[in-house]
Structure formats: structure tokens, C-alpha cells
T-cell receptor
């Protein structure tokens, strides 16, 4: 079972920041937080991941609380193309670990004009 | 560079028939995964290949499902005989260790299977 809980849905106005929360209170010390998204009719797509420090890439920012029990994915300027289901996943990440992803229900983000 | 491709994109078959799904991973990726989403449920892991070997097949639902990856390149997932509850979208993903430590899995577009 997924070790994360997310709100089932959220709305965001186009051009505004979308902040997607995730709770992972049972995360282990060596588990990372990963975010994927699935745009309608496509396969899931990697967005970002982190261990304990905040991370930023060209797609998004990831803010992880100090106790690591929750995190927030931030899309700084949401566009209509960001409408998708967003999945927060915790998993191990070390050189030889190439194990499977455990998907929960995710958050359906609707970006509105 | 070509991404993960899957064939066919859609398949409609009758209960009791056989269907074979194909996945071509990104060239050079040793890890290949199969997942599926059945109606109204979450995406679930089926199995994981490392090259031609099955690393983890704990998610395979029953012995009507057979996955192969001969030669460690493309993979096939055969369902024989298909049942109504097998309807859903089957995703394939691939990854390669050591690429920036993302352990990112690249997903294909999926095959939508409908069993009537």
C-alpha cells in the first residue's frame, strides 16, 4: 500500500502557483519523496524527488518539512497543460535500488483559465 | 532519443482469448517494469526485469499472465485466457541505474485493454 496521503483534488488558476501537499508520516530515514504526474491518456512522468533538503528543477520545487513527515510540490506558474493527477511516492533510492513505484490515488489538479 | 513505446495502443478482445502486449524500453535501459491500472483503481506494479531476468514478479495477479524479455531488450506480456477483470491500461516503464541518481522511471503511453 502507498505510504502517502494526498487530497483527492485541487483547483488552481492559470498563472498562479499550485501547491500540492502530501503526508508521509511513516517515511523511513533512507526513503526519498518522489513526485510523478499523469496527464490524461499519457504514462506517468517524473517531476522531482528529494530526501530532506528542498529541491528545485525546471518543472517544480519540492519543500520537505524538517521532520520529513510531509512535503509540498510547488508549480510556480501553473498552465493549462499542468492539469493532471499528481502522485507523491516514497521509495528507497540508492545505487542498486531500482524497485517498483507504489502509486496511491494522487491529487487531481485542475488548472482553470 | 526515442522514449518507451508500447504496442498496441488499444486492444479489444473477448473473454477467453489471448492477447500479447509489447513494450520497447529506452535503448540501453536494463530495468523494465510493467504496471497496470484497472478501472477505478490505482496504478499497480506487476513485475520488474533486470535485463532478461525477472527481479520481482510479486505483483503478477495470477498464472494467466506471462511476461518475457528475451535478450534483455523488448518485453511482452501475455494474458491467456483473458478475463473481464483484466480490462485496464497496462503501462511499461524503463530505467537505468547511475543516470544522475534520479532512479527515474520513464513510462510508455500504455496499452488500453478491453475484455468483452
Amino acid at each position: 500500500d502507498a505510504k502517502t496521503t494526498q487530497p483527492p483534488s485541487m483547483d488552481c488558476a492559470e498563472g498562479r502557483a499550485a501547491n500540492l501537499p502530501c503526508n508521509h508520516s511513516t517515511i523511513s530515514g533512507n526513503e526519498y519523496v518522489y513526485w510523478y504526474r499523469q496527464i490524461h491518456s499519457q504514462g506517468p512522468q517524473y517531476i522531482i524527488h528529494g530526501l530532506k533538503n528542498n529541491e528545485t528543477n525546471e518543472m517544480a520545487s519540492l519543500i520537505i518539512t524538517e521532520d520529513r513527515k510531509s512535503s509540498t510540490l510547488i508549480l510556480p506558474h501553473a498552465t493549462l497543460r499542468d492539469t493532471a493527477v499528481y502522485y507523491c511516492i516514497v521509495r528507497l533510492n540508492y545505487g542498486g535500488s531500482q524497485g517498483n513505484l507504489i502509486f496511491g490515488k494522487g491529487t487531481k489538479l485542475s488548472v482553470k483559465p | 532519443e526515442a522514449g518507451v513505446t508500447q504496442f498496441p495502443s488499444h486492444s479489444v478482445i473477448e473473454k477467453g482469448q489471448t492477447v500479447t502486449l509489447r513494450c520497447d524500453p529506452i535503448s540501453g535501459h536494463d530495468n523494465l517494469y510493467w504496471y497496470r491500472r484497472v478501472m477505478g483503481k490505482e496504478i499497480k506494479f506487476l513485475l520488474h526485469f533486470v535485463k532478461e531476468s525477472k527481479q520481482d514478479e510479486s505483483g503478477m495477479p495470477n498464472n494467466r499472465f506471462l511476461a518475457e524479455r528475451t535478450g534483455g531488450t523488448y518485453s511482452t506480456l501475455k494474458v491467456q485466457p483473458a478475463e473481464l477483470e483484466d480490462s485496464g491500461v497496462y503501462f511499461c516503464a524503463s530505467s537505468q541505474p547511475g543516470l544522475g541518481l534520479k532512479n527515474e522511471q520513464f513510462f510508455g503511453p500504455g496499452t488500453r485493454l478491453t475484455v468483452l
